[in-house]
């Protein structure tokens, strides 16, 4: 019996974070100066003059810096290593390419001043055609002249006999499908906070940054440092999603700034800039075609991808479309695929990981075929994913080369149609029908792919019996500090409270990846684990060495260590008097209670889970709300059932927003329509309906915890069952999401196209 593995314990930051009491980097004391940027107000142009002396005579202006005001941070940096790259420049030469391209970097003694001086910088633009549809941009002039194309990345994936099984099919749907660019919308957008020490010749980063440990090493390698020389803390940060992993050009502008003038220089992006400077999520078209035999098996998947990159190539740009078709086979068997991908650059912000990133977009398009498959056939939605589910044996290999390290498909389902009580809500919503409201179920069963590389960590225990723990991993608001926690208390007699986690800094924590991808637990979880088990190890050959006794003799107590069967026993305090004392010692041991591991992911864990969304559409405004939402996910062991829970939460209220709200819109010469608030639809809490969380633990082998990822799970299977249960409300075959109130009301009165 676990006493905190598994236990609801709360979050120790949250008294301090809802009393005001966080420090996010906009709290951090003030630099001497403050950094704007001058952006592109055109999606293409060609660039001529900057004349900066109207900036300069501001007082307070200290300086305006163009592309050719720093030739030596323009040397090639790395970036991705798959695909035509074209990476993204500090500052625009000689062309731009998206509205919102950095031109001419402003340095001021105050943010307002710097901000009055970016716009007295003139700026001359010649303007050229622009192409932000990434299908037109496949035949498009080329962005970049040097890559002779707008294709950066073409895959093919082919597997069974696929001709054959549409040549055989006794059902086949069709639909072009659209995941919209969205804005990943954090609470506390981007921004960075550098100091040089010229003393002791080093650099510090304040960061909201995902990866730490990459920021240093890109901050070293453009600024020619020994990455000893650059430290990275991240603050408290408010929120990420995927969009806080990339290094961007304001990070390293501000560091080579701060190293240049010897002063502090911060940079703290704007809402609306963050509209057009930080990546866009999603944005793929797909045309695929599923064929079924007369039962509503599936025989077969086939079609192709389209991946808007945006105009430039940052570190998640192009692995977001690879993961769609790794995940293009989902929880069902599919004896044949062909599928292509293209990603192609667009004159628009560049694209990049956001919640899920790559695997809502695959579930999107399995779960609206499977809906389109069952109306077809004349099968209720849950029995046509019920004749499909993969059954094992576990791991599977799927047909698109992903390895499924456990599952249990039916039973998720089943489950969820238990406690909806699905089959009385299909006779409730025929009830509905008849006296005239517009009620709709949706259904989505998703696979997901989660964790990846290695990642360190470390346990500390102190002579006063407290201890810290270190980990490599980087939160954002998830809260896994408290799991780490519990991770350690359950290894060590030492209660949760005396316990503290050290984080997000590279000077504490040399190495680590970071957190994404949905890997804190499995793989930064598991380097915790390892080292708690280590001091614990430790702590019995004191205890042993104590009690005159076998270390294998010894088990835990509540105080410390016993011989088990007997009632001889030492005390945490004995312990630590010993270990901190080389003279009572055993020998072979120095002295201290710390140990520092590493734990390294082999094979990615796969959560999975079923989702059900009851809507109703008004019939006279076309506005959608949500009645119900049941969420059943299973991933693994739950160290935490409330950080659980808190992920589905927040995981469902963006795939709804996805469904029914949010879109990044361009016109025809890349202008983004939805660069603020006022333009780009955020879901609201009283929008949300109570979710009903459960869960299933099916653990996964890929991990000596048995844990798989949960931060993307609701993004992934929120928005297809939305988008599901509003068409089955109408009655309608497809509408391109976000499903807004004027697309629907469009829709009941046949005025969609």
Not at 326 to 342: D, K, N, T, V
Not at 387 to 398: Q, V
Not at 422 to 429: G, I, K, N, P, V
Not at 543 to 549: K, P, R, S, T, V
Request: net charge negative; hydrophobic share 40%.
């Amino acid at each position: 019996m676990s006493r905190y593995i598994g236990q609801p314990f709360k979050r120790q930051e949250d008294g301090r974070l809802v009393q005001g009491q966080g420090r996010y980097l906009a709290d951090l004391p003030e630099p001497a100066l403050h950094l704007v940027l001058v952006r592109s107000p055109y999606a293409h142009a060609r660039l001529g003059p900057i004349d900066a002396r109207e900036a300069l005579r501001l007082p307070g202006v200290v300086a305006v810096y163009t592309a050719a005001d720093l030739p030596e941070l323009f040397a090639p940096a790395s970036g991705p290593r798959e695909g035509r790259l074209a990476l993204h420049p500090l500052l625009a030469r000689e062309r731009v390419r998206y509205v919102g391209e950095p031109v001419a970097a402003v340095l001021a003694t105050s943010r307002a001043l710097a901000e009055d001086a970016a716009m007295r910088v003139e700026v001359d633009y010649e303007p050229l055609p622009a192409c932000a549809d990434p299908l037109l941009a496949l035949s498009a002039p080329p962005l970049h002249d040097h890559l002779g194309t707008n294709l950066a990345l073409e895959r093919t994936l082919v597997a069974g006999e696929v001709e054959a099984a549409f040549a055989r099919a006794h059902t086949v749907v069709r639909a072009r499908l659209q995941q919209q660019r969205v804005a990943p919308a954090p609470m506390e957008p981007r921004g960075v906070l550098a100091f040089w020490d010229g003393l002791r010749e080093g650099l510090t980063l304040y960061s909201s940054t995902q990866m730490p440990h990459d920021l240093r090493s890109a901050v070293a390698e453009r600024l020619g440092l020994g990455e000893n020389q650059v430290r990275v803390v991240v603050p408290e940060v408010g929120g990420a999603f995927g969009a806080k992993i990339n290094v961007y050009p304001e990070e390293i502008l501000a560091a080579y700034l701060a190293r240049r003038l010897d002063q502090g220089v911060r940079w703290v992006e704007g809402r609306n800039e963050s509209f057009t400077a930080t990546v866009h999520g999603r944005a793929q078209v797909a045309e695929l075609e599923m064929a079924f035999d007369r039962e509503g098996r599936i025989l077969g998947l086939r079609g192709r991808v389209v991946a808007d990159l945006g105009a430039y190539a940052l570190e998640t740009t192009l692995g977001n479309a690879p993961g769609t078709l790794l995940m293009l086979q989902g929880p069902y068997e599919i004896p044949a695929l062909e599928l292509r991908l293209q990603s192609v650059y667009t004159h628009a912000t560049p694209t990049g990981a956001y919640r899920g990133a790559g695997r809502p977009e695959a579930t999107y398009y399995l779960e609206r075929l499977m809906d389109m498959g069952a109306r077809a056939l004349g099968l209720d939605p849950a029995e046509i994913r019920r004749r499909n589910f993969i059954r094992g044996p576990f791991p599977y290999r799927t047909r698109t080369g992903a390895k499924y390290d456990s599952g249990a498909y039916p039973e998720a389902l089943a489950r969820l149609l238990e406690v909806s009580r699905y089959s009385e809500l299909r006779a409730w919503q025929q009830q509905m029908r008849e006296a005239g409201r517009l009620v709709g179920l949706g259904l989505c069963c998703y696979v997901e792919i989660t964790g990846y590389g290695w990642e360190t960590g470390g346990v500390r225990v102190n002579p006063d019996g407290s201890a810290v723990v270190f980990t490599g991993t980087s939160p954002h608001g998830q809260g896994t500090q408290n799991a780490f926690v519990q991770i350690v208390a359950e290894q060590l007699p030492i209660p949760p409270e005396r316990i503290r986690v050290v984080q997000g800094d590279t000077l504490a924590v040399p190495y680590g990846m970071g957190t994404a991808g949905s890997r804190t637990l499995s793989v930064g979880g598991s380097a915790v684990l390892r080292a708690a088990e280590g001091v614990r190890e430790k702590m019995r050959r004191i205890a042993a060495h104590l009690l005159e006794a076998a270390p294998e003799d010894l088990e835990r107590t509540e105080k410390g260590f016993g011989v088990r069967g007997t009632d001889k026993e030492v005390a945490l305090e004995q312990i630590l008097a010993a270990a901190f004392n080389p003279r009572r010692l055993p020998e072979g041991l120095e002295p201290g209670l710390e140990v520092q591991a590493s734990f390294a992911l082999k094979e990615a864990n796969y959560p999975f889970g079923a989702h059900l969304a009851v809507v109703e559409v008004d019939p006279e405004t076309g506005e959608v709300r949500l009645l119900r939402y049941i969420a059943v996910d299973d991933c693994g062991v739950v160290v935490n059932p409330l950080l659980f829970e808190g992920q589905q939460h927040g995981g469902v209220a963006q795939g709804i927003g996805q469904a029914l709200y949010e879109g990044i819109l361009y016109d025809e010469e890349g202008q983004n329509l939805t660069a603020s608030l006022l333009e780009y639809a955020l879901p609201r809490a009283d929008q949300m309906p109570p979710l009903e969380a459960h869960r299933l633990e099916t653990p996964s082998p890929t991990n000596p915890l048995g844990v798989k990822g949960v931060g993307e799970a609701g993004a992934i299977a929120a928005t297809p069952a939305v988008v599901n249960a509003v068409l089955d409300a109408l009655g309608v075959e497809h509408l391109d999401m976000p499903l807004s109130p004027e697309k629907l009301w469009r829709a009941l009165r046949g005025m969609v196209e």
